[in-house]
């Protein structure tokens, strides 16, 4: 997560406070994912909207305060946004498009419609989402520009499973 924040309009200087490195905002160790993901994000969004609404005050100077991205692995990224994950065949994170399995998850590159901040919330494609609404709805978050991809679980570790098939014959186990 980056965050950002600037100093208010009604002050006369032009001082601003800009930290753009990421910071943690939560960690879990634990078996499965912690439950529910509204008791684990209570805190946060607590104190986010606060921040959102009130600002920041230090040393008598007034700051604005907005999120900008969340960093997360895609399991992760899912879970937050409480969707379908990047291996379900409704799991595309940017179309609406519906996946199809040839031996591995296919995604065509024909046309579909783009997911937009306003489909997400409106849950217009229903087989994308999970019954419960994403906590992160509350701190008002752009669900497609401000959650970030991760190349990781949706190039990488695909593609060297594919080189391993290969060149050994067969990938390894997970």
């Known amino acids: 997560m980056e965050y950002f924040g600037t100093k208010s309009q009604n002050t006369p200087s032009t001082l601003s406070l800009i930290d753009s490195r990421p910071s943690i905002i ?4 634990g078996r499965g994912k912690p439950q529910p993901i509204s008791e684990f994000l209570a805190d946060f969004n607590h104190d986010t909207v606060e921040l959102q609404t009130r600002g920041l005050n230090i040393n008598g100077e007034h700051f604005n305060f907005e999120l900008d991205k969340f960093i ?20 595309c994170e940017k ?5 199809f399995h040839n031996s591995v998850l296919v995604f065509t590159t ?7 901040h306003e489909s997400f919330r409106n849950r217009t494609d229903h087989d994308h989402h999970h019954d419960t609404i994403s906590p992160l709805s509350d701190i008002i ?9 991760d ?4 190039r990488d570790l695909g593609v060297t499973n594919r080189f391993l ?10």
């Open 26 to 29: 939560g960690m879990f160790l």
């Open 72 to 91: 997360c692995d895609a399991p992760a990224r899912a879970y937050l946004k409480c969707c379908k994950g990047h291996t379900s065949i409704h799991g």
């Open 95 to 99: 179309c609406e498009q519906e996946g």
């Open 110 to 116: 024909r046309t579909s419609i783009l997911r937009t």
């Open 141 to 149: 978050v752009h669900f497609i520009s401000q959650l970030m991809t």
């Open 151 to 154: 190349v990781m679980h949706l």
């Open 165 to 174: 098939e290969f060149v050994v014959g067969k990938a390894p186990p997970h």
